[in-house]
């Protein structure tokens, strides 16, 4: 019988070895958002998801030792609409241990946080998961065209 490892969550850190590993994946998944950024703008970029406090900041989610997946809330991730903040941003689960319910947990747990942190509307942009989102309450504010992806730009009220 195979031992279920329990997830844990915490704030990503500056100085932690899980943000090289965020900045691959994120580079890998989301690059063609940013051409021409080389990996080592996408790590300066991440560090500035790291505020404990305010907003930006990131979650990261881990199995045992092992990075699973992340989440942020940050500002202007979405340049053609920059009066819309702040953003659920950089939802990412490993790829092989997507369906294992890891997003769904990260989620939630985003969810409850960003109310605590004052957060009363919150936007997302998806190419890929907007029945998923929706399902949560999530409201499709418009369809766009963004770097050649098709995408549904989200809207979730806090009541």
Known sequence: MALELELR??????DSPALLEL???FHAEWG?????????GRVADTKKLCNHDKLPTTWVAYRGEE???????????LPTRPALNPWLASFYIKKELRGAGI????FQYVMEEAPRMGIKDLYLYTHDRETMYARFGW???????FCGDDIAVMHYRFE
Not at 9 to 14: H, P, S, T
Not at 71 to 77: K, Q, R
Not at 103 to 106: A, D, E, F, P
């Open 9 to 14: 969550i915490e704030k990503l850190q500056q």
């Open 67 to 77: 990075l699973v997946g992340s989440v942020a809330l940050t500002y202007d991730d």
């Open 23 to 25: 900045a691959k994946w």
């Open 139 to 145: 409201k499709v504010m418009e369809r766009t065209n």
């Open 32 to 40: 063609h958002y940013h051409p021409g950024q080389e990996l080592e």
């Open 103 to 106: 997003g769904s947990k990260l």
